[in-house]
């Protein structure tokens, strides 16, 4: 989970998405394959390689007004459904895990 | 660009001249750092103003020595969120006692326009037409100011000595 | 309390006018997300992970009954119910929508809360000992100089686009509760053999990537001198400092490249420039606003009351009373730092409702004031040894009592992944399950005191190197590891921890730290030999050894 923050070549090594924060509120988004964003990891457009990683984050960074913060992210196809592919991601989108039993 | 100065948009009476381009036979001319040390004097003598563009990676100490024969000095913000710009604006205004125009070029955005006047400055290079429109409005954002600087506005410090003599003055 | 006047509302509402204006042109578009970032960040507004986070100032980490109902208010009209005491005497709140903001900050305002400078390259909270004014042994109140520097560094027009972000902290005390140490610039209140007031003035501390302990660059600077100074120190700072890489940016590296004595000397030069000029503070100023700071008027009352002596049969209040009640520097009354770090809790969180029981009892008992540490406690700065069985029921109540103060389940931490967009790591799982392990206040005390640290990344926000046992979560291959060191101290014998070996996956920490303190009570010479005082004697091999033996 270090921080996407650092990610400097855009480099991908599975499935990923582009996701960002919601301008007006902070939420987390995601960004379609129809040009917009949605609150649902179910809605978001998955990318394969390094230049369709591109492409998506260049059009989601343009999105200045809708969404700031922009990166890519990866994720797990199970069956169809898209699960978050690390920690912060899973963070991110169930909320934080405080309360959950460390394992002894 | 359009050049604030007096609170207004303006019209510049200098000309950017690049290094090695000719200077023009008459009228204020903006040049670098570089052809001001080079020949100071081809641009003092000629019929005209003398501006010179200062980085901000560079000690204003330099410019002392012309400083009277300078009509402007410009500095410059890179980005908006680098400051060097005014240290050197005070240095200037407030050591060095520069009196001519000193001009804020660069990234120079609405936001920053308050800070830019109290530390000196007083022709903005603004970057965008709606910030410099804008400009009258922004600067009437605070009328409280902590700390001194060189602009002789009095700082809440000393405006509540003032209020505390006034009230036992009338005791 | 320091009392806000005319002058000091009109520029916090000034302020919030702006940022409104702000708010409204990023979200019509006017300003791009490059251009508003670093204006919002200059209001404490950050983006974390699920939202935005609105960081708001305690200057020197005192507050009013009334300002504490009024954060209270922001949590549960702005926010999800409840805030977050950070190290730097602030308060955070999670789940901030920026269109609220403004509104947020008017309701704040008027109570005389701002948030300005809480985040960004500029000067931040300046903070200080949260037992100034109170403490026994005090030179002066340390708040008046906060206060002073507060203004100064308000809003300066020359320095609010510095390299990097700039902390300071005072202390007027031998014992520094403030980590001076650990600053930007950390000023140490003394008074010279005139008996005059000044500050020896440090410079270049700072934890992170690169930890180091502030130097000292002048022993004593007059209080007079005390601005001007500062301004050289800030301006030699602003020109030199290196804004080529975010990470060599602050001024412990200026420092470090330039050497103490040729910084210090940089300094002096600037200085000669200034001293006499209009930033020299005269007798007149300084007392204007110290005459603005409200002290109790307190009563003459007895050491040892009757309230006292009857509750002592109580052994719960005893525990109480004899961790978390402090000495006071007027008889009969005392200091009470209430925990906030309850079993199995965040640390340093505080419901809304919590926030309002207090403010309540610190009408009641402490002449309306609260104060707030860096180790993210709550203190009570005035209350009568009378009224500690009363007030001591009352927090029991509140979730408020956990008589753990300074003991190994009062943990300072970071927010961690699971709030910030910085972190590799959580931290407040690890914290919470530490509070469950040591639960026990008999083993708590027989522990004695002992200061965990925890961070989850290498920004350092939960001060782990200065931390007795620090902890540091970092990321390997996609699973958090934590790094401990011990050995780190904050206080006026400033150190920073030392690595005990390799990193251990999260579900091992608390086992771990477990090992390090058997390893400690196996090993102290004498039941009151502290941990850290352990660690100095034997160093960290025997540490080592017990906890990687089996790992």
Known sequence: MTSPLEQKKIKISGPSVVTANRTWDGAVIYRTARKGWSNELADAAIVRNSDEARTLLAESVADDLGAIGAYIAPVEINEDAIAPGNLREQIRLSGVTIGLPIQA | MPLVKGGKITGDAFVHVEDGAELPPNGGVLVSAKRLLENPEQLFKRDGKVGVIWPNNRDVEELVPYLDGLAAVALVFPSFRDGRAYSQARLLRERFLYRGELRATGQVLRDQFVFMLRAGFDAFDVKKQSDAEAFAQTVKRYSVFYQPTGDGRITALHRRMQLRHSESARL | ?551
């Not at chain 3, 190290?87 to 509104?103: H, S, V």
């Not at chain 3, 601005?227 to 060599?248: F, H, P, T």
């Not at chain 3, 330039?258 to 030069?269: N, T, W």
């Open chain 3, 1 to 551: 309390m320091y009392a806000y006047d005319e002058i000091d509302r009109t520029l916090v509402n000034e302020r919030v006018s702006e940022f409104r204006d702000q708010v409204k042109r990023r979200l019509s578009g006017e300003l791009t997300e490059d251009e508003f970032k670093m204006l919002r960040l200059q209001n404490g507004v950050y983006l974390q992970l699920h939202a935005y986070m609105y960081r708001i100032a305690i200057p020197y980490g005192t507050l009013s009954s009334e300002q504490l109902r009024r954060l209270a208010h922001v949590a549960r009209k702005y926010d999800r119910g409840y805030g977050h005491f950070t190290t730097r005497q602030n308060i955070q709140f999670n789940w901030i929508k920026l269109a609220e903001l403004p509104d947020a900050m008017a309701d704040l305002a008027e109570v005389g809360i701002h948030s300005m400078q809480t985040s960004g390259n500029n000067t931040r909270n300046v903070t200080s000992d949260q037992w100034a004014g109170v403490a026994p042994g005090e030179i002066e109140d340390p708040r008046i100089w906060s206060e002073i520097l507060r203004q100064y560094t308000t809003l300066h027009p020359e320095f609010s686009f510095l390299p990097r972000k700039f902390k300071f902290a005072i202390t007027a005390s031998e014992h520094d509760r403030a980590a001076i140490k650990i600053h930007d610039i950390g000023l140490r209140l003394h008074k010279n053999a005139q008996g005059e007031t000044g500050f020896e003035v440090m410079v270049g501390g700072g934890l992170g990537r690169t930890p180091f302990l502030g130097k000292t660059i002048k022993p004593f600077v007059h209080g007079r001198d005390l601005l001007s100074y500062v301004e050289a120190i800030m301006r030699v700072y602003n020109q030199y400092g290196r804004r080529d890489n975010i990470y060599k940016a602050r001024i412990k590296i200026l420092v470090h490249e330039l050497g103490v004595e040729k910084f210090a000397q940089e300094v002096e030069d600037e200085w000669q420039q200034t001293r006499d000029g209009a930033l020299a503070l005269d007798d007149e100023v300084i007392e204007d606003i110290r005459s603005r700071f409200f002290y109790p008027a307190y009563e003459k009352l007895a050491h040892m009351p009757d309230e006292l002596k009857k509750a002592a049969h109580d052994p719960h209040f005893e525990a109480w009373r004899k961790n978390s009640v402090f000495p006071h520097k007027v008889q009969g009354y005392s200091i009470v730092t209430v925990s906030l770090k309850p079993v199995g809790g965040p640390p340093g969180d505080a419901t809304a409702e919590q926030m309002d029981a207090l403010a309540d009892l610190a009408d009641k008992y402490s002449f309306g004031e609260i104060r707030v540490g860096h180790e993210q406690n709550l203190a009570l700065p005035h209350v009568a040894r009378r009224d500690l069985p009363a007030l001591w029921k009352a927090l029991d109540k509140a979730g408020l009592a956990t008589p753990n103060v300074n003991l190994i389940s009062d943990i300072i931490a970071c927010p961690g992944l699971d709030y910030c967009s910085l972190a590799n790591a959580r931290s407040i799982p690890i914290a919470q399950e530490l509070t469950r392990r040591f639960a026990n206040p008999d083993t708590a005390n027989l522990i004695g005191r002992l200061h965990i640290n925890i961070s989850g990344c290498i920004n350092a926000c939960g001060h782990h190197h200065v931390g007795h046992i620090g902890i540091l979560g970092v990321e390997k291959n996609g699973e958090e590891v934590y790094q401990i060191t011990i050995g780190g101290r904050a206080d006026e014998h400033a150190a920073l921890g030392a690595l005990i070996g390799p990193a251990v996956p999260y579900a091992e920490v608390a086992d771990v730290i477990e090992d390090i303190v058997e390893a400690y009570l196996a090993l102290r010479e004498r039941p009151d030999e502290l941990f850290i005082d352990t660690v100095k004697r034997l160093g960290v091999e025997p540490f080592r050894e017990r906890v990687y033996a089996t790992r």
